[in-house]
T-cell receptor, first 117, second 109 residues
Framework: GAVVSQHPSRVICKSGTSVKIECRSLDFQATTMFWYRQFPKQSLMLMATSNEGSKATYEQGVEKDKFLINHASLTLSTLTVTSAHPEDSSFYIC?????????????FGSGTQLSVL | KQEVTQIPAALSVPEGENLVLNCSFT??????LQWFRQDPGKGLTSLLLIQSSQREQTSGRLNASLDKSSGRSTLYIAASQPGDSATYLC????????FGTGTSLTVIP
């Protein structure tokens, strides 16, 4: 089946630094990738929809200048948490939709646990 | 706006029991519905995808049903095992993806 690779799986950083998270579709092309955030014991929250070659669409309440999304190719989307603060500590997950899969099935990365000290 | 609710929020059953997880959604204009499981600190694993034209899908001990008109889906797990312990999420796929609140399942050996 289709595989989505997310890297890194865990990152610890100091407050004020920026962190980049990569999401790659390994064996399929994805014009659309999604970024989610999950707080402990809560459901996933869609942060933004990343479209290859165009600007990402952010959900209400998500700061686009803080969470920079770049989708430069059909197999790679990146999320950069800029000037991270402890409240940004969370579990971030990406997902991708196979371009040629008419079932619209989502494939998920393994997630990134971000801890900001 | 689509709202997706899962009941119960938590469930604990002895090993071997059959169980049903429920997912309800407010807007029936959906393309698909997908069930996932999430283990602590891990990403999501897709279990079953039901297209809007389908009524159910089966995979091993899992059976998922979809009733668009009533805005409901169920995930049936037969002969539960301790390894089934996880959080189960349903996602409704329309113009966007909307996740349910999740059901935390514990199967007691």
């Amino acid at each position: 089946g289709a595989v989505v690779s997310q890297h890194p799986s865990r990152v610890i950083c100091k407050s004020g630094t920026s962190v980049k998270i990569e999401c790659r579709s390994l064996d399929f092309q994805a014009t659309t990738m999604f970024w989610y955030r999950q707080f402990p014991k809560q459901s996933l929250m869609l942060m933004a929809t990343s479209n290859e070659g165009s600007k990402a669409t952010y959900e209400q309440g998500v700061e686009k200048d803080k969470f920079l999304i770049n989708h430069a190719s059909l197999t790679l989307s990146t999320l950069t948490v800029t000037s991270a603060h402890p409240e940004d500590s969370s579990f971030y997950i990406c997902s991708a939709r196979d371009l040629v899969d008419s079932n619209e099935k989502l494939f998920f990365g393994s997630g990134t646990q971000l801890s900001v000290l | 706006k689509q709202e997706v609710t899962q009941i119960p929020a938590a469930l604990s059953v002895p090993e071997g029991e059959n169980l049903v997880l429920n997912c309800s959604f407010t807007d029936s204009a959906i393309y698909n519905l997908q069930w996932f499981r999430q283990d602590p600190g891990k990403g999501l694993t897709s279990l079953l995808l039901i297209q809007s034209s389908q009524r159910e899908q089966t995979s091993g001990r899992l059976n998922a049903s979809l009733d668009k008109s009533s805005g409901r889906s169920t995930l049936y797990i037969a002969a539960s095992q301790p390894g089934d312990s996880a959080t189960y999420l349903c996602a409704v796929i329309g113009n966007q993806f909307y996740f349910g609140t999740g059901t935390s399942l514990t199967v007691i050996p």
